[in-house]
């Protein structure tokens, strides 16, 4: 079982940054996992952002932010980071970390996660 503590978010002004983090402490072979972000904007699908393969650090992208985010770890805490920039308002969504055991897939779609955290909100104002 694998619980996923979210924080960051909240709200930020056009052009700003953000930097949400998830924690995967409670997973023992905390190596083996997956973790990937996804956000889902009001009357939107889920998409996903980025994602990290704990074991060898290999991070996958989407093109949903275009190289505005940048996902990292740091193994000492458990902890997965997602660091926005050049925020705009299309950008302004419920945030989720999640999780599965073993290698990332190159496409990141949300049916390939088991674990997930509860959420963050990010607004972007103009």
Request: aromatic share 12%.
């Amino acid at each position: 079982q694998v619980q996923l503590v979210q924080s960051g978010g909240g709200s930020v002004q056009a052009g700003g940054s953000l930097r949400l983090s998830c924690d995967a402490s409670t997973y023992l072979a905390y190596s083996m996992l997956c973790v990937g972000w996804f956000r889902q904007a009001p009357g939107k699908e889920r998409e996903g952002v980025a994602a990290i393969y704990i074991g060898s650090g290999d991070t996958y992208y989407t093109d949903s932010m275009k190289g505005r985010a940048t996902i990292s770890q740091d193994n000492a805490k458990n902890t997965v980071y997602l660091q926005m920039n050049s925020l705009n308002p299309e950008d302004t969504a419920m945030y989720y970390c999640a999780a599965h055991a073993g290698r990332c897939y190159s496409l990141i779609k949300e049916n390939q996660y088991n674990y997930w955290g509860r959420g963050t909100q990010v607004t972007v104002s103009s």
